[in-house]
């Protein structure tokens, strides 16, 4: 299976300020059409969690464009730009290139 | 708007059965491939099973392999877990998740427990 590190595992941040989180995967994550399926998702205090970005740096509907991302091959990266108090919770990495698709351990983001 | 809204969760004796269902709207069911993903309590996100939009291929985690089956109903917009032999271990939130990785339901808990 393709294994995902996430780092920082936990990551406090000031409100209004930056905040990035990386992912790296033990393999490529290329597909054979040529798309890297890397996917973000933010998981609020009990909530289901919810896709951010897929295909490395495509934002979904209604995400905040204070949210991209970026990488290739195997090393990725989740910026958000200035940290609001609703971004806290949990990101996990995701890749859906190959089968098990596997996730990140996830980075908890609190405000400090 | 799309909704999955899975039911079936609850407490099961080790080596006792649980059917998860996961009802879906707002979308043409059929053209999608559905996924099933548990949490653990306090864990990460961890991959169970897929079938896709026609129901004729399915794919499963080793650690669930032969004890899970996954099956969908297309006539009424349902995907399914029959699950098995259940461990301590498969106590999780069970997420139904349509296929794109795109939504996700509010979750069953399953609880694995004497």
């Known amino acids: 299976d393709v294994v995902m590190t996430q780092f920082p595992l936990s990551l406090p941040v000031t409100l209004g300020q930056p905040a990035s989180i990386s992912c790296r995967s033990s393999?490529?994550?290329?597909?054979?059409?040529?798309?890297?399926?890397l996917n973000w998702f933010q998981q609020r205090p009990g909530q289901s969690p919810r896709r951010l970005l897929y295909?490395?740096?495509n934002r979904d509907s209604g995400v905040p464009d204070r949210f991209s991302g970026s990488g290739s091959g195997t090393d990725f990266t989740l910026k958000i730009s200035r940290v609001e108090a609703e971004d806290v919770g949990v990101y996990y990495c995701?890749?859906?290139?190959?089968?098990?698709?596997?996730f990140g351990p996830g980075t908890r983001v609190d405000i400090k | 708007e799309v909704q999955l809204v899975e039911s079936g969760g609850g407490l099961v004796q080790p080596g006792g059965s649980l059917r998860l269902s996961c009802e879906a709207s707002g979308f043409t069911f059929n053209n999608y491939w559905m996924h099933w993903v548990r949490q653990a309590p306090g864990k990460g996100l961890v991959w169970v099973s897929r079938?896709?939009?026609?129901?004729?291929?399915?794919a499963y985690a080793d650690s669930v392999q032969g004890r899970f089956i996954i099956s969908r109903d297309n006539a009424r917009n349902t995907v399914s877990l029959q699950m098995t032999t259940l461990r301590a271990e498969d106590s999780a939130v069970y997420y139904c998740v349509r296929g794109g990785i795109d939504y996700w339901g509010q979750g069953a808990l399953v609880t694995v427990s004497s």
């Open positions: 295909k490395i740096s």
């Open positions: 079938i896709s939009g026609d129901g004729s291929s399915t």
């Open positions: 393999q490529s994550l290329v597909y054979s059409d040529g798309n890297i399926y």
């Open positions: 995701m890749q859906g290139t190959h089968w098990p698709y596997t």
